[in-house]
């Protein structure tokens, strides 16, 4: 029997971040290389990838990175993974080219230069595995499954996917080769999981297309667009309506004019009309009927961006009264919140919203009917629910139940979980180093729980500084102590706490320079302290407090 191990360093019991590991012998296969975007209380932080330490202890091992598609959640960690493992990237031709895009803006990495394009028709024979694709349909073109061939069975691994039957040219699923791996033999299916709680019937993407259309031709003013980047189909779909309709569409950041110039260069996006697509600095040319504005925002974010044209601090745009922001994104649930301060804002500086899920039900991800097609389709031995919360992969294995799986070869992963092939299924063998790394700028991994603790305390309480200056060598305070404070309490109307405090510390500071021993930690200490239970008892907050004691001669 092959010594098969399945690892997820992320996308089990979260949304994003897709990176899966599968060890068979002495070979080691990653399957995408996703990050995702922090959540409210990661402060600061750019993205998330997971932790890679356990790559870079088996680097020999590793064959190769398999990607499915070219959406962040499975390519965005890329250029910090090659950096540390490079090896051979295999991807579609979409794929490939957006993965560069990604890799080319990373200074470490931007001379990696060993991808290679693979299709539904590739085969690559490694040492104890024939690696193969089969087509998907996702949110983009060219979206591919793997598949891990082995003795004891295929280990196929879908990717984002869903099934629609009216898909477009480079966005249809090969269901016959799904049932054919299903007659060859499936060992386990590692199944996308991020819709699995709902039944309902997902619109098919002419019916997106067909509503897109409608609300864009009933609009006399300008239609500011929302949509993510790299949903290639959702932007096809805006081209479309934008040349039907003799409207020119305006490009606003650097990010998505690059995937779709790349898009459009490997003919995945058509364009009726060469001249349909203008820069900002050409809007004024246009009347407002003759322009649809496209915001993806930075790495396809866009409501940060809606929120700056509300309030006059975007770059190009500013909402006017009779635009409509149509948001043709679903945000995920940790969104709302922005989505409905977003729509105030847009409302208040006279525009309109409407929202594509108001009217359908919209997702690049299969529903719990279509998982459990896929169930029957592949007939896995072993069930490896992937891509979700808790709640999603307890749904996938409740629908995987309904149709006569076993819910002993269903196995519900953590991250870093070590699942490892034995006569009786996979067992759980320990584990490796799965944590988030946060990346913020330029800096990987240093950004950490306490660093994050301290952003929260600066952005709720504020900070609170202290200065004073003593003589050590003879014992006496040269310089009394002088307050500043940022975001805790309002000086003008605060000057008694202030007073108080400058007193509290001068007092701590004298009776601390009489002891026989000094140190400076422990006087920062003392000074902190005191301060600490005094604010905390005036205000009810604990702001930072940053003690600064200089030394005179």
């Given at each position: 029997?092959?010594d098969i ?5 992320g ?5 994003g971040?897709n990176?899966?590991?599968v060890?068979?012998?002495?070979s ?6 996703g990050?995702k ?6 402060l600061?932080v ?6 890679l330490?356990y ?14 598609h070219?959406?962040a959640?499975?390519?965005g960690?890329?250029?910090?993974l ?16 957006l993965?560069k ?6 200074n470490?990495v ?6 290679h ?17 089969f087509k ?5 073109p ?5 598949i ?5 069975g ?6 984002d996917f869903k099934?629609d039957?009216?898909a477009r040219k480079?966005y ?6 799904l ?9 386990a ?5 991020a ?5 309902v019937?997902?619109?098919s ?13 009933d ?7 929302a ?7 959702r932007?096809q779909?805006?081209?479309d309506?934008a040349a ?7 490009l606003?950041g650097?990010?998505?004019?690059n995937?779709?110039r790349?898009?459009?260069r ?14 900002p ?9 003759e ?7 930075r ?11 509300a309030?006059g ?5 500013q ?10 994104t ?9 989505v409905a ?17 108001q009217n359908l ?15 029957n389709l ?5 069930l490896?629910p ?15 139940e309904?149709?006569?799986?076993l ?8 991250r870093?979980d ?6 009786d299924?996979f ?6 180093p ?5 990346i913020d ?6 950004v950490?729980?306490i660093?994050?603790?301290d952003?929260?305390v ?5 900070i609170?500084?202290?200065?004073i200056t ?5 014992k ?15 000086v ?10 400058a ?6 500071v004298d009776?601390y320079?009489q002891?026989?021993?000094f ?26 407090i ?5 030394e005179v001669?």
């Open positions: 029997m092959s191990k399945i690892i997820p360093l996308g089990v019991r979260e949304y971040k990176f899966y590991l060890e068979i012998n002495e080691l296969f990653i399957l995408d290389a990050l975007y922090p959540e409210n209380e990661q600061g750019d993205v998330v990838i997971p932790n330490d790559l870079v202890e088996n680097k020999d091992k590793v064959q190769g990175i398999f990607l499915t070219g959406h959640d499975a390519i960690a890329l250029p910090y090659i950096q540390e493992v490079p090896a051979p990237v295999f991807g579609s031709e979409l794929t490939i080219e993965a895009l990604f890799v080319k803006s990373n470490n931007k001379k990696f230069k060993n991808f394009v693979v299709d539904a028709d590739t085969e690559i024979e490694f040492q104890d595995t024939l690696v193969s694709f998907t349909t996702h949110s983009i060219e979206s591919l499954g793997i891990l061939g082995t003795p004891e295929a280990i196929v691994y879908t990717g099934f039957q009216t480079y249809q699923t090969d269901l016959a080769r049932a054919d791996l299903g007659k060859e033999g499936v060992l299916l590692l199944s996308d999981s819709n699995a709680t709902s039944n019937q997902v619109a993407e002419s019916e997106v297309g067909d509503e897109m259309d409608s609300v864009i031709g609009v006399q003013g300008r239609v500011i667009i949509a993510v980047a790299s949903n290639l189909v932007i779909q805006v081209l309506s039907s309709h003799g409207r020119r569409v305006v606003t650097s990010d998505v004019e995937i779709i790349t898009a459009i490997l003919k995945k996006l058509t364009l009726v009309d060469e001249k349909l697509l203008i820069k600095k050409d809007m004024q040319k246009y009347e407002d009927h322009l649809i504005i496209l915001e993806a925002g790495m396809g974010e866009p409501l940060n961006n809606l929120q700056k044209m309030i601090r975007h770059r190009y745009v909402i006017k009264e009779g635009d409509l922001v149509y948001i043709v679903t945000p995920n649930v940790s969104k709302e919140a922005m301060r977003v729509e105030n804002l847009i409302y208040k500086a006279g525009g309109s919203v409407q929202l594509i899920s039900r919209v997702s690049g991800h299969a529903n719990g009917r279509d998982l459990q097609l896929l169930i592949t007939r896995p031995k072993y490896f992937i891509q979700g919360e808790y709640r999603d992969l307890a749904a996938h294995a409740a629908l995987a309904e149709v006569g799986m819910p002993e070869n269903i196995y519900l992963m953590k870093g070590i699942m490892s092939l034995n006569e299924g067992l759980h063998e320990g584990s490796v799965a944590s988030d790394v946060m700028g330029n800096a990987i991994g240093d950490g729980n660093v994050l603790r952003r929260k600066l952005s709720e309480d504020g609170f500084i202290v200065a003593v003589n050590k060598r003879e006496r305070i040269v310089s009394k102590a002088k307050i500043n404070t940022r975001g805790f309490v309002y003008k109307k605060s000057r008694d706490i202030l007073r108080e405090s007193e509290l510390v001068n007092t701590t009776n320079l002891r026989e021993n140190d400076w930690g422990e006087l920062k200490g003392a000074v902190r302290d005191e301060l600490s239970k005094y604010l905390f008892d005036q205000t009810k907050r604990r702001p930072a940053l003690p600064v004691v200089m001669r």
